[in-house]
């Protein structure tokens, strides 16, 4: 009893006391970057796929800098709680962002007063396609079985996503506007998203690979195509929408984000770790396992790759009513 | 047999998994032994400890802190005549009498029995209808799950509430803290005066974590101390007779049935299976006399109904996603924490990890049995530990804890604004519970809501041509209708002067 108490209370001490420490830490003068302990903040939960990615990335980058990388989750509102801290954080390099196509969706539904370009950015890591997926024995056996039957039917078929105007419902618009299919867009949610289709409620979804990726291996459901640039390798045999003739591209990136301002030589130093780590045994085993595409960019290269994803965003959310800014 | 059954066997059979049951069935009997500190805020406080151990270890830990703490708080229910936890209170009835007459040890014993029986009958339960009832649960769509949810919501009312209006009231005020926050569907935001904080919701972990840990801790504050002779008395023989347990026989079926049945409803929980079961078995025992006298079948059927009652409220949990008690709403926010959403989906993508959940809480009821009557002697002299020492350790879970859920200090500040909240609940004798599951259920009901609607195009029809609809909407007019009866025949017998 006695030892458990001083476990517990040595535990607490320490709990206490790196509280106090860590802020000391991260606001210390800059010297030479790295200086002390980096914040690497998961704009989502625990457990999920930005979270298990995100800590093997931050791992790796932890041991190329030589500092401590601390992966902590600061989830919500779809991401704008860590794009608001990060944001708000000294431009010193000590605090990124573990971004995503969130920072595109959540700057333009309106609720929060920045956009994407708030920040510095440092580059892509990876990337993931959102597969177009039936329930496994469902009459329709392409794209365009798919889109003859809801043209029959216009208005009944039910495409779910993970939520209203998050990547998955926006690539959902995206496709079905090119094979056009008008369609009930079902913001099911995360937790249900998968389950709509095999209760068959929802006639088919789009979810992102790594969400879908077990219920295709078990033929539960069918992945029909992705809505993304080329064939994926854990599912080779799905064609591109493009391959099929449907002009719809959306892919869900992540890469690493900093407060605007932070100096360049911190950013080439943080950029470096990014790269190394992306092509790490760890993460590109993880790659392997969960079906992303590691495809490092450096920042040059981003930042238009970044536009051209947020004029597509904007242009899907104002089609589908749901842009509303709020820049000043 | 299935692979998923073997691999979630072998999982939760690991030895750091065994472990992990073990170390919680020890936090359970210790936390359910000390009278104020329920399972509930119990598990609050480990909580944020296990966002570090893999999701697995985690629920084991948690399952074996739940399982346990339910035989804990007959420990000083038997010995102090106060119920360590609410769902001894039963317990107390006829442990206390036998306490007095010098055979604790026995009282104790069977209660632990008692416990692991029908904590054990709860296990077939949870292994042969969750995979069935994931499988129908399956088949729902939104507009059945709506009303599922709506029905949990009803139930709540008819029992966990001692004033229909303010449980009803109580129960509101939870569904509407979950609308603030970022609108589920649309994502836009609603009643967060801009904050980028408020615009992340009001995690319910941290609303509990206010609602229970703060009342108590300053309850504690005027509390005068109890006297913890009876703890150190001699216990005399523990491990019950052959002939005992063959008496017990009886009590201990209708206890475990009880309990098990009464867990699967959501929102019932042990205190309520405890009572129920021991007004049972004293119409169908042979000397219902002896009850209240120091009845060994009165303390083993409200002991193996509170047991039998974790495995029940594990089904809905599992299988639905909804809670059976407030254990099972923090458990799903403890496996939420982790990535894993508790639904039908769970025995579809992840059954090795669901079977592992049942398996480590198999294993919880091994360690509680062997743990209690092994470690029972050394473990009442917690009892005696004073509560300047206990509280401010409390204290500061309280605090990492709201902290460590997202990070976020604003967190903490919610955290202890639900703690004044809590504190004016008990002094208006506002039950607390109906609220935790406004809390918990508040956002399912929205979404499925909504989801059901935008699948209708708006027409509330759906909620009537669907059959499993229509059988949950139909049970929730039952249970609102049995819910004012029962109000009524509480009030006419108050009248009269019989105690309810």
Known sequence: MTTLKTILTNATAIAVASAFVFPVLLSGPAKAFPDGPIEFVIPFGAGGGADIEGRVLAKEMSKVLGVPVVPINKPGAGGAVTYTYVKNSKPNGNTIAWSSTSILTTTNIGNVPYGYDAFDHIGRVEYQPMPFAVKGDAPYKTLKAFAAACKKAPGTLKVANSSAGSATHLAAIALMDAIGCKAIHLPAGVTRRNATVLSGESNAMIAPLTGAVNLAKAKKIRVLAMPSEKRNAVMPNVPTAKELGFDAELDLFRSLSVAKGTPIGVKAKLAGAMTAAANSKAFTDLAEKNGFTIAPMQVGQFEAYLKQENAKVVKIMKAAGLYQSKMK | ?500
């Not at chain 2, 919680?24 to 400890?49: A, C, F, K, Q, Y």
């Not at chain 2, 303010?166 to 904050?195: E, W």
């Not at chain 2, 079926?253 to 049972?280: E, M, R, T």
């Not at chain 2, 989906?345 to 592992?356: H, N, V």
Request: some cysteine; aromatic content about 8%; proline content about 5%.
């Open chain 2, 1 to 500: 047999m299935n692979p998923d059954i073997l691999q979630g066997l072998s999982q939760a059979s690991l030895p750091i998994n065994l472990l992990a049951t073990a170390i919680g069935v020890l936090l359970g009997l210790i936390v359910g032994m000390i009278p104020g500190l329920t399972i509930s805020s119990g598990i609050i406080i480990v909580l944020p400890l296990t966002f570090v151990l893999e999701p697995d270890l985690s629920i084991a830990l948690l399952l074996g802190l739940y399982v346990s703490g339910m035989t804990g708080g007959s420990f000083s229910a038997i010995l102090l005549n106060i119920p360590g936890t609410p769902s001894a209170s039963a317990t107390a009835i006829d442990g206390y009498p036998m306490a007095q007459r010098g055979e604790a040890g026995q009282a104790l014993g069977i209660s632990i029995t008692a416990g692991f029986l029908g904590g054990m009958f709860s296990f077939l339960c949870l292994y042969l209808i969750a995979p069935l009832l994931a499988e129908v649960a399956l088949q729902f769509h939104a507009a059945d799950l709506f009303s599922l949810v709506f029905f949990g919501l009803t139930i709540i009312c008819s029992f966990a509430a001692k004033s229909l209006v303010k449980g009803l009231l109580s129960a509101i005020i939870g569904l509407l803290i979950v609308t603030v926050g970022q609108d589920p569907v649309m994502g836009t935001a609603r009643y967060t005066f801009g904050d980028v904080n408020i615009l992340s919701g009001i995690h319910f972990l941290t609303a509990l974590i206010g609602l229970f840990a703060i009342p108590q801790l300053v309850g504690s504050l005027t509390d005068t101390g109890v006297s913890t002779a009876g703890a150190r008395q001699h216990f005399g023989s523990i491990l019950p007779k052959w002939e005992t347990l063959k008496k017990i026989r009886r009590s201990v079926s209708i206890g475990s049935s009880i309990g098990a049945f009464l867990g699967i409803l959501p929102g019932v929980g042990g205190p309520i299976a405890a009572f129920i079961s021991y007004d049972y078995a004293k119409k169908a025992s042979k000397k219902p006399e002896d009850f209240g006298h120091g009845s060994i079948e009165g303390i083993a059927a409200p002991e193996s109904a509170n047991n039998a009652v974790t495995g029940g409220a594990l089904i809905p949990m599992m299988t639905l996603g909804i809670p059976g008690d407030p254990v099972t709403a923090i458990l799903i926010g403890a496996l939420l924490v982790h990535g894993l959403a508790p639904g039908p989906l769970l025995f579809i993508e992840r059954a090795d990890f669901a079977y592992g959940v049942i398996f480590s809480f198999f294993w919880a009821n091994i360690f509680n049995l062997i743990i209690a009557l092994s470690g029972l002697r050394m473990l009442v002299k917690v009892l005696a530990t004073p509560k300047a020492m206990l509280m401010p350790a409390i204290a500061l879970f309280c605090v990492i804890g709201s902290y460590a859920l997202r990070n976020s200090f604003f967190d903490v500040y919610v955290m202890l604004f639900f703690g004044l909240i809590g504190l004016a609940m008990k002094k208006l004798n506002m039950p607390v519970v109906p609220m935790l599951l406004g809390l918990v259920l508040g956002k399912q009901l929205e979404e499925h809501l909504r989801v059901a609607l935008t699948s209708s195009k708006g027409d509330i029809s759906i909620f009537f041509t669907s059959p499993f609809s229509l059988l949950f909407l139909s049970l929730s007019a039952i249970s609102i209708v049995w819910a004012f009866v029962a109000e009524h025949r509480k009030k006419s017998n108050l009248s009269k002067g019989v105690a309810p």
